[in-house]
């Protein structure tokens, strides 16, 4: 089977590795760190692996699973080693700035973003079967090779995961709104608590919360890195969603405000009705 390569050996990159080398590809892990090269061996995630980036030579397919602000120069780091036809892939949550940057550089990019995360960061917490039923987006340009983009396809399904395509752009203004906003309420949300200005009071809300709040502040509690490299890659998207969000909580707030009960009732049955097609 082709060998594949994966650069960032960290929850996405890590899963990635451990559902690939047991279809049977030869999976060359690379890492910044020796110990988290050695680790990835030692859990299966890869079947070789290091932290010299010349070991993607060779490989059909090259996975670059870094952070946001480092996928650009990673790419531009790798091209004097990749070979000739080589598929270059990416998995950042941002596509808009990247694909275009990477295609001026590889003619075989293709913008991908697995939808599967965790509030958890690192190859610690990377999982067998972490893609299975996910959104998995492609983001296709004019200047998209057609064979590149079947290649990635086909992986991206063979994970188990929902394909779909887009536009970058387009990507990142829906992704603003199911992911980059809810990062931000969800924070607010947790902040905004933590200004009980009782202390006993606010000991009891931390004794009560249940599932409710835990299901509203998860991504809230998630690693602050990424959170932030959401918010600077994708500014103008996430600014404009949560402009309409604001506006939202100021017309139910002016509703509780004015004890105009039927229009809040009538508020909570339009998200009530609106829910599912976000859980299809």
Known sequence: ???????????????????????GYPVVGIARRAETAKAALAMGAATEAG??????????????????DTVLATAKAIAPYLSAGAV????????????PAIEALW?????????????????????????QGRPYVLTPTEATNPAALERVGAIATSLGANLCQ???????????????????????????CQQEADPDILSLAQTLASSGFQDT?????????????????????????L???????????????????????NTLTQSQAARPAYLA
């Open 217 to 241: 502040s998860r991504v809230g509690g998630g690693v602050p890195d990424l959170g932030t490299l959401m918010a600077r890659h994708n500014r103008t998207a996430l600014l404009d969603a």
């Open 166 to 192: 887009c536009h970058p752009d387009q990507h990142d203004r829906a992704v603003a709104w199911i992911s980059h906003l809810p990062v931000m309420v969800s924070s607010s949300l947790i902040l905004a």
């Open 107 to 131: 003619p075989n990019f293709v913008g991908g973003h697995p939808m599967a995360g965790k509030a958890e960061a690192g190859l610690a917490v990377a999982e067998i079967g972490l893609f």
């Open 51 to 68: 932290t010299d980036l010349a070991l993607v030579a060779g490989a059909e397919v090259v996975f670059i699973c870094t952070p946001i």
């Open 1 to 23: 089977m082709e060998r594949i390569a994966i650069i960032g050996l960290g929850l996405i990159g890590g899963s990635l590795g451990l559902d690939l080398t047991r279809q």
């Open 243 to 265: 402009t309409q969000y604001q506006h939202q909580l100021e017309q139910i707030k002016a509703l509780i405000a004015a004890e105009d009960w039927d229009a809040v009732h």
């Open 88 to 99: 270059v892939t990416d998995v950042a949550s941002v596509k808009g700035e990247l694909v």
